[in-house]
């Protein structure tokens, strides 16, 4: 896995002792953007994107992370087995949402099995399984049989009840919001499916927006929370290994807004 540099920056602290020293009155400092980083991939997978912000940007990163292999739905259940694997127990694998330690072999339908979950919910844009959006590892992620039903085809957004079993997740009668360990996971997932699948190749155009209940348009909301969940739950060593695993193993792509959480802000 290629190191990430991340590069902080740093925006009040000379500001709040040269204004002390002086007497003045500081102006309002808005939140800081998810941090700058730079990753081994810039000036070979990224270079064309590097720099840019916007529409420029998003559609150089979807002119890049286009050029993937793709497996069928029935490869997915063995694809997920290596990409979420516990670091801890390689019999099992992490689940989204509940953030359960499970067996590898208890995959299926059935109380107590994990499952399959389209985080990009495959009825929005009526996707269902065909290789393609509905077989994308960069969004489907093992999940309990039971907390993915909860989820269902829901929107993102706070609030809520706790879910039985979800490790803190919550649900409301038209959204979800996962733990918050997932939420960053969560939001990249999303964005990255809204780059990636633009409708210029047969499938619809995944776009995130500010709703919930978008039934089966191709949208996901809300945005406005993504970005607060991108920005509060940065990429963890997990994440960032399913991704290299993804490139290296699977697709040969990369989901971008691991790579550079600060790109999220960038373009929307």
Known sequence: MPAT?????????????SAVLVGLTLPTVAATPASAT???YDSTYYKNAVGKTGASLKSSLHTIISSQSKISYSAVWNALKVTDQDPNNSNNVILLYSGVSRSKSLNGG?????NR????????????EVTGPGTDLHHLRPADVQVNGVRGNLDFDNGGSAVTNGGGSKVDSDSFEPRDADKGDVARMILYMAVRYDGGDGFA????????NNGS????GKLSVLKQWNEQDPPSAFEEKRNQVIYDTYQHNRNPFVDHPEWVEAIW
């Open 205 to 212: 155009d995944l776009e995130p927006d500010e709703k919930v």
């Open 38 to 40: 730079t990753t081994v």
């Open 217 to 220: 348009a191709p949208y996901i």
């Open 117 to 128: 979950e389209h985080t990009w919910a495959k009825s929005h844009g009526d996707f269902g």
């Open 110 to 114: 059935d109380v107590g099995d994990w």
């Open 5 to 17: 540099t991340h590069i902080h920056r740093w925006k009040t602290l000379a500001l709040t002792t």
